[in-house]
């Protein structure tokens, strides 16, 4: 199973960064067996791929906040975060839960690069309040936005309309905006897609 989450990371130099990652998690019940063990796959070229290869430590960030998604994968953002309690790479402020990290096997031979980690602590902060279509949708627009070089235009313009239903139909101000900022960063790359008419405000129902 991979699960989406913010890895946080330090550089030797101590600046922070914050991106996107897809967790692979062993087939275990976590209800009976507590995860220990978890894999990244990543790409060389990188900032998360220097820092974990360099310092060896990160932090899993879980939110269902999907404007942090969209702009630590496409802006480059460094959203609020706080010190960590057992690894040097800092958590998100506002991350449900944290799981912080030790490398414990880094395969730079194979690409994507394995790594291996072992949960050196880990903290709940927030329970779940409920799953909404438009984060998923917003999520799916927004890694199709990272391979934008790789992935067939068309393919993205084809995707679009149901993606902005679904946003439309079932998002807040969160995901509205999230999902429009996913839009202008295509834009900017020339691939046009249409946006959500959106003034910071969620109409009435």
Not at 17 to 29: K, Q, R, S, Y
Not at 89 to 116: G, K, N
Not at 141 to 160: C, F, H, N, V, Y
Request: charge should be neutral.
């Amino acid at each position: 199973m991979i699960l989406e989450t913010i890895l946080s990371s330090i550089s030797v130099d101590g600046i922070v960064n914050f991106a996107p990652m897809g967790m692979h998690l062993p087939d275990t019940d976590p209800g009976r067996s507590p995860v220990k063990r978890i894999v990244f796959r990543l790409y060389p070229g990188s900032q998360t791929y220097e820092n974990l290869k360099a310092t060896g430590q990160g932090v899993i960030n879980f939110t269902d906040d999907v404007l942090v998604f969209v702009e630590t994968a496409l802006y480059s953002g460094c959203p609020p975060f706080v010190p960590s309690q057992k690894v040097r790479p800092p958590s998100m402020a506002h991350a449900r839960t944290i799981w912080e990290f030790t490398v414990t096997c880094f395969d730079p031979s194979t690409e994507p690069a394995f790594l291996e980690g072992k949960i050196e602590h880990r903290e709940q902060k927030g329970g779940f309040e409920g799953f909404c279509r438009a984060q998923g949708a917003v999520l799916e627009a927004a890694i199709a936005a990272t391979r934008w070089q790789w992935l067939p235009i068309g393919k993205i313009i084809e995707s679009w309309p149901l993606w902005l239903e679904v946003v439309e139909k079932t998002g807040g101000n969160r995901e509205q905006h999230a999902f429009n900022k996913v839009g202008n960063f295509l834009g900017e790359k020339g691939i046009q897609v249409p946006r959500i008419p959106w003034d910071g405000r969620k109409a009435s129902l």
